[in-house]
């Protein structure tokens, strides 16, 4: 997996072999083919035989408030549930030029699922040493969680992320792939290099930063009366935030090839930044 410098530089390469139509408009179709591109050329290869296996887990769980999980490549998609417990399901999948050299991929992979303190440790990091040239290993978790698990954290290489119906601070950051959370509230802490962040139906609270090298930001919150600050940025993308008509707010906003402008409403409550270096802001 290549180092966000290097994403960038194959990016940049991407946009300019591809052209530009506009200096001042990021196409979005654009920007998300890119992001396909990327991730595409880092997890496939043509030609190869594939292995798979799947696994559950389930822990009581009603005395945990954290959720931690280290990933390489995979995607993970987390809701909360009404039982006590936590499931996990784990999708191993294995590429490689051989049937028998996509089994031992699987054979020779570990991962860790740990009970640490009030945690629920998960580590699905693959070793680079351990995979053949032509082969790849992609990790996918299926989680649900009870309602008292409310600090989400996250650290992943390359896949998507979705969270549903969770309310608590979250510290999501990938690599290359999207992050989606709806239904839920909190505090937001959240990073991509490559890939999109989308909010949907949200309460926010406390102060949440969002932030992407490429890609597109798009939220639209229930309420906002809780929090303090937001702070959403991206270098190569659009950024549309949606707040309710009754909020307490001071937006300050710096948009490409536009002097920064101010809008507030109330008693200026919230502080609100919003900057793209190459893109479109629409606040509502």
């Not at 999109?196 to 906002?224: C, R, V």
């Amino acid at each position: 997996m290549k180092k966000s410098g290097s994403i960038l530089i194959i990016i940049l390469s991407l946009l300019l072999l591809g052209g530009c139509s506009s200096m001042t408009k990021v196409d979005e179709d654009a920007v998300k083919d890119v992001s396909d591109k990327i991730t595409k050329a880092i997890i496939t290869t043509v030609g190869r035989e594939k292995a798979q296996k799947q696994e559950s887990h389930s822990m009581v769980a009603e005395n945990f408030d954290t959720l931690k999980i280290n990933g390489s490549v995979g995607d993970i998609d987390i809701k909360s549930g009404e039982s006590k417990e936590a499931t996990i399901d784990v999708n191993i999948i294995a590429q490689s030029d051989s049937k028998k050299n996509a089994e031992k991929l699987i054979e020779e992979y570990s991962y860790t699922i740990d009970e640490n303190m009030n945690s629920i440790d998960i580590d699905t990091t693959i070793a680079s040493h351990k995979i053949f040239n032509n082969s790849n290993l992609n990790v996918e978790l299926s989680i649900t969680v009870p309602e008292n698990i409310n600090n989400i954290i996250i650290s992943s290489n390359v896949g998507n992320i979705k969270i549903t119906d969770i309310e608590g601070i979250y510290d999501v950051k990938v690599n290359v792939g999207n992050i989606t959370i709806m239904n839920s509230a909190g505090s937001y802490n959240l990073n991509t290099n490559v890939g999109d962040i989308s909010l949907s139906g949200n309460f926010i609270s406390g102060n949440s930063e969002i932030s992407i090298n490429t890609g597109n930001i798009k939220a639209t919150f229930k309420d906002m009366s809780d929090s303090e600050s937001l702070k959403a940025t991206t270098d190569v993308g659009d950024i549309d935030i949606t707040v309710p008509e009754n909020s307490s707010y001071e937006a300050v906003i710096n948009e490409f090839m536009e002097k920064e402008s101010t809008e507030t409403n109330g008693d200026k409550h919230t502080k609100i930044k919003l900057k793209t270096g190459v893109g479109n802001i629409d606040f509502n």
